[in-house]
């Protein structure tokens, strides 16, 4: 079990770029979740796949983020024209349970928007 | 304001000392996760919690829907359980997303 698998593990853009960050969830987990980390805003939500089917994307910024998960074994997390408020670190977990269970995080992506 | 209130900040401990950290909710918690950030960054998954307590070698951890509170308890404090406390609460219903609290940052000191 090689837990949840996020790539790249570090991106730095140019402000204006296009980011994609990808997530492998652990191998029969149903629902998988995006979060992210900042220094003043803490974990925050973003969003969440149940049998990869979007449930609730309450956390993600409208205009510039959004998320897929065209197959059970990734996500994906695009942010268009990055800005420096951006960077975070972006964490995917996912859990057996689509109802709920315990959360499995991966290492996270840091992004650094320049 | 913060819909989970953890407490304390920050904590200092003196190896093979004991301490509790606290977790309030403003939000109608169902369940309540407990994770350790590492000084490498990863989340690792202490507990999963429905209303009670769990106990797993040195840590235990309880939480009480109706009074709004988890805590976790840490027993013969080593230097590995260095780094940042995070609970996290569901809100029910069929929505599993987790609301964080702003951590605990523990130090362990020989």
């Known amino acids: 079990n090689a837990g949840v698998i996020q790539t790249p593990r570090h991106k730095v853009t140019g402000k204006g770029q296009e980011a994609t960050l990808w997530c492998e969830p652990i191998?029969?987990?149903?629902?998988v979740f995006w979060y992210r980390q900042t220094i003043v805003q803490g974990l925050e939500f973003l969003t969440y796949?149940?049998?990869?089917?979007?449930i609730d994307d309450s956390g993600m910024p409208k205009e510039r983020f959004s998320a897929q998960m065209p197959n059970q074994s990734h996500s994906t997390l695009k942010i268009q024209s990055t800005q420096p408020q951006d960077s975070a670190v972006y964490l995917c977990?996912?859990?057996?349970?689509w109802g709920g269970g315990t959360q499995y995080f991966g290492p996270g992506t840091r992004l650094l928007v320049l | 304001g913060d819909k989970v209130k953890q407490s304390p900040s920050a904590l200092s401990l003196q190896e093979g000392t004991n301490s509790a950290l606290r977790c309030n909710f403003s939000?109608?918690?169902?369940?309540v996760q407990w994770f350790l950030q590492n000084p490498r960054g990863s989340l690792i998954n202490l507990f999963y919690?429905?209303?009670g307590t769990k106990e797993n070698g040195r840590l235990k951890s309880a939480f009480d829907s109706k009074e709004s509170y988890s805590t976790l308890h840490i027993r013969d404090a080593q230097l590995e359980d260095s780094g940042t406390y995070f609970c996290?609460?569901?809100?029910?219903?069929?929505?599993?997303?987790?609301?964080f609290g702003k951590g605990t940052k523990l130090s362990v000191k020989s």
């Open positions: 919690l429905v209303p």
């Open positions: 996290a609460a569901e809100a029910g219903g069929s929505n599993a997303k987790l609301t």
């Open positions: 191998s029969g987990h149903s629902a």
């Open positions: 977990a996912s859990s057996r349970d």
């Open positions: 939000i109608a918690a169902t369940t």
């Open positions: 796949f149940r049998n990869q089917a979007p």
